[in-house]
C-alpha cells in the first residue's frame, strides 16, 4: 500500500492564481481531511469527508473548496491564493474518524 | 469548545534523560487524545493514543494516561534517545471522531 499521497510536494504561487492539491489514499478509508499546519498554531482542520459525496467544513475552511467523488480522492482547490494561505498542507485518511488516522508527507505552499 | 494546550519548547535533552511534555485540553464530551511524532520533512505519524479516562497508551517506550479528572495526557518517556528527536503534538478528538483539535506542537532535540 502507498498510503496518503500527496501531489505536489513543493508550490510557489502568485496571488490571485488558483490550485489544486491533490490527495489519494488506498486503503479504502472512508474518513479524509486536510489540515494547515503554521508556525506555533499546530494544525489546523479545513475541511473533511465522511464518505464519498459528503464533506463538510472544519476550523478553517475559509478561501477552500473540496469535493469527494471517489473514497480514494480528495482534492483541495484553492480558488484564489492569497499569501495568508503560505503554509505546509496535510491530507489525512482513516477507516472511521475514531480510527487511527494516517497522514500524507505534506505539501509546502508559498503565495508570493 | 475543544481545545489542547501543550508545553511550549523547545526542548533539549541529554541521551536517557526522562521526558515529560504536559497536555492538557478543554473538551465537551468524551473525546479520545492522541500524541502524534512528526520527523523532519515527514507527516505525522500516530504515537499512542487513549479512548476513555484512566487509559494509558504506550509505544517505542512513550506513555501517557488519561486523566479525566485534571484534564491531562501528559507524555513521558524514561530514558530519550537521540532518534527520539522530533516535534510532538498532542490532539483529541471530538465524540464523533469528525473532527481532530491539535496542540501548538512541542519540539525535542536529544543531544549525545
Known amino acids: 500500500n502507498a498510503g496518503v499521497t500527496q501531489t505536489p510536494k513543493f508550490q510557489v504561487l502568485k496571488t490571485g492564481q488558483s490550485m489544486t492539491l491533490q490527495c489519494a489514499q488506498d486503503m479504502n478509508h472512508e474518513y479524509m481531511s486536510w489540515y494547515r499546519q503554521d508556525p506555533g498554531m499546530g494544525l489546523r482542520l479545513i475541511h473533511y469527508?465522511?464518505?464519498?459525496?459528503?464533506?463538510d467544513q472544519g476550523e478553517v475552511p475559509n478561501g477552500y473548496n473540496v469535493s469527494r467523488s471517489t473514497t480514494e480522492d480528495f482534492p483541495l482547490r484553492l480558488l484564489s491564493a492569497a499569501p495568508s494561505q503560505t503554509s505546509v498542507y496535510f491530507c489525512?485518511?482513516?477507516?472511521?474518524?475514531?480510527?487511527?488516522?494516517?497522514f500524507g508527507p505534506g505539501t509546502r505552499l508559498t503565495v508570493l | 469548545g475543544n481545545s489542547v494546550t501543550q508545553m511550549e519548547g523547545p526542548v533539549t535533552l541529554s541521551e536517557e534523560a526522562f521526558l515529560t511534555i504536559n497536555c492538557t485540553y478543554t473538551?465537551?464530551?468524551?473525546?479520545?487524545l492522541f500524541w502524534y511524532v512528526q520527523y523532519p520533512g515527514e507527516g505525522l505519524q500516530l504515537l499512542l493514543k487513549?479512548?476513555?479516562?484512566?487509559d494509558k497508551g504506550s509505544n517505542k517506550g512513550f506513555e501517557a494516561t488519561y486523566r479525566k479528572e485534571t484534564t491531562s495526557f501528559h507524555l513521558e518517556k524514561g530514558s530519550v534517545q537521540v532518534s527520539d528527536s522530533a516535534v510532538y503534538f498532542c490532539?483529541?478528538?471530538?465524540?464523533?471522531?469528525?473532527?481532530?483539535?491539535f496542540g501548538t506542537g512541542t519540539s525535542l532535540t536529544v543531544i549525545p
Open positions: 469527508s465522511v464518505g464519498a459525496g459528503i464533506t
Open positions: 489525512a485518511s482513516s477507516y472511521s474518524g475514531l480510527g487511527r488516522v494516517f
Open positions: 473538551a465537551t464530551g468524551y473525546p479520545s
Open positions: 487513549a479512548t476513555k479516562a484512566d
Open positions: 490532539a483529541l478528538s471530538d465524540q464523533t471522531g469528525n473532527q481532530f483539535y
